[in-house]
């Protein structure tokens, strides 16, 4: 029986609290939110023990997890980190959902600390869209600092597991960040550039699927995403950067009529497309 004290009940909260109920594998959950409504709903359909729409009940809360989840913006998860970690004793695992690492793995040096990043989402946010199966067949990424030992990570790596994620992979912070800048904050500007471009609204009729899929998260967020950009500036700068030459190289060559280099440019996107599914598939068995 574990008891899991999650704070911040949104897409990726909410939905964490319900995959936990639904696993059968003895949660205890209490949640802190500050929308009224979300505590209310979560305690009727049985997903929670307790909630409170609050900070003022926090020290009951987090006295009472042995694992303190905080699904909550960066900004958020530090300043509550700062106020309430002389709560959490060594006998407790401080995690998070957070989708950057570096400044929370900073702020809790003195605590157990392992956090998770889940990589799954939805183009809405919000408890109204949290999902019991958000999390299944997803990749999960634990970051852990040298205060947590094997035991402490094979518990998170368990919630992991009953969550519904299939692939968990242990990284460091400044890994985690650099590899996230790439695989999920640049899709987002690349799809945002695509809907803000001169055409997008004037593509209906002409579109195929391609279009849909290079812009299905291009219904963003933008109080979330962009502190989530902020908060990796440095590595979201330099992945953006990096495309661009990419793009230049197909510019360049479309402006010198240069087919033999549009050629050469196509052959090794599917050449490194190849190898990459190739690593995929032998990943995943």
Same mark, same amino acid.
Not at 15 to 44: C, G, H, M, P, R
Not at 57 to 62: M, P, Q, T, V
């Given at each position: 029986m574990s008891n899991i004290t999650v704070i911040g009940?949104?897409?990726?909260?909410? !939905?964490?609290? &319900?995959?936990?109920?639904?696993? %059968?594998?003895? =949660? +205890?959950?209490?949640? /802190?939110?500050?929308?009224? *409504?979300?505590?209310? !709903?979560?305690? &009727?359909?049985?997903?929670?023990? %307790?909630?409170? =729409? +609050?900070?003022?009940? /926090?020290?009951?809360?987090? *006295?009472?997890?042995?694992?303190?989840?905080?699904?909550?913006?960066?900004?958020?998860a530090i300043d509550t980190i700062n106020k309430y970690k002389h709560l959490i004793d060594n006998k407790k695992i401080l995690s998070d959902f957070c989708g950057v690492k570096i400044d929370i793995f900073n702020n809790t040096k003195d605590k157990k600390y392992v956090g998770l990043h889940t990589m799954a989402g939805r183009e809405k946010g919000g408890y109204i869209n949290s999902s019991e199966t958000l999390f299944k067949?997803?990749?999960a990424i634990i970051v852990n600092n040298d205060n947590a030992n094997e035991n402490d990570i094979k518990i998170i790596e368990k919630l992991s597991s009953d969550i519904g994620c299939l692939k968990i992979i242990k990284s460091t912070a400044k890994k985690h960040d650099e590899m996230i800048a790439f695989t999920s904050q640049l899709m987002h500007i690349i799809a945002c550039g695509i809907v803000n471009h001169d055409n997008f609204l004037k593509s209906l009729g002409f579109e195929g699927n391609s279009l849909g899929d290079h812009t299905r998260v291009g219904t963003i967020d933008a109080n979330m995403w962009s502190e989530l950009f902020l908060y990796n500036s440095d590595y979201l700068y330099e992945a953006l950067d990096k495309y661009i030459i990419c793009l230049n190289y197909f510019k360049n060559a479309l402006k010198n009529k240069n087919r033999d280099k549009l050629k050469i440019l196509m052959q090794n996107s599917n050449n490194t497309k190849k190898e990459w599914t190739e690593r995929k598939n032998e990943f995943q068995k």
């Open positions: 009940m949104g897409l990726m909260g909410g !939905s964490l609290i &319900k995959a936990l109920s639904v696993s %059968k594998q003895n =949660y +205890n959950i209490y949640v /802190i939110d500050t929308n009224k *409504e979300n505590i209310e !709903s979560a305690l &009727k359909d049985g997903y929670i023990q %307790k909630g409170f =729409y +609050n900070y003022d009940n /926090i020290e009951e809360c987090i *006295e009472w997890g042995d694992i303190i989840m905080i699904c909550t913006l960066p900004s958020i067949n997803s990749n």
